[in-house]
């Protein structure tokens, strides 16, 4: 067992970045951001194409999301985890998140991911919330966090398992939604011939 401060970069978890009004969509904008609202249902990845988008804004290097980033919901009840796969244009997260850079030395990213949307971990993070109307965990308690940090071979065997299963659930979401809406636009159909 490790604590997660043991696995991560310097300077390997950080807040996002603090908009101080509210952000006003730029549909050419040159630098995607990501919000609470982004989030699949699933929390199991986001809907890149249709994030605001900003070009007024100078950003620090680090607010840059990288590929093997993890984002972690630190503010209301579902506290999640979820790995950056490739993007192709500068995304910057909302400080609803923090951001983890983890040493891909000693744990997988997605292996991580995983972890912390187990039972084990979440439970853990439910005794350290703190807030009464908007619960939040604070950056001590998210590095104190214990990892179970099995072999990287196991870790990568885990991963592609669970990503696998991440995009399954994601597919059949999609064909659940799909047939409701034939089936919806059939019965309406039914009644406009009648």
């Known amino acids: 067992m490790y604590l997660l401060k043991n696995l991560i970069k310097s300077e390997g978890l950080f807040s996002g970045y603090s908009f101080r009004e509210k952000i ?24 890149y194409q249709n994030i605001d988008k900003v070009s007024d804004i100078i950003f620090k290097d680090k607010f840059y999301l990288q590929k093997n980033d993890i984002l972690f919901v630190s503010k209301g009840v579902n506290n999640y985890a979820i790995a950056i796969e490739d993007i192709n244009f500068k995304i910057v997260p909302s400080a609803t998140f923090f951001v983890i850079r983890v040493d891909e030395k000693k744990i997988v990213p997605q292996y991580l991911v995983w972890y912390i949307n187990q039972r084990e971990a979440q439970n853990y993070l439910s005794e350290k919330k703190a807030g009464t109307y908007v619960p939040n965990l604070n950056k001590q308690d998210i590095m104190e966090m214990p990892i179970k940090v099995p072999t990287l071979k196991t870790q990568k065997a885990i991963a592609k398992t669970a990503v696998l299963l991440n995009r399954e659930i994601e597919i059949l979401d999609k064909i659940k939604n799909n047939r409701k809406e034939l089936i919806q636009n059939q019965l309406l159909k039914l009644i406009k011939n009648d």
């Open 24 to 47: 006003e969509h730029i549909p050419d904008g040159a630098i995607g951001i990501i919000q609470m609202k982004d989030i699949n249902n699933n929390y199991l990845s986001f809907d």
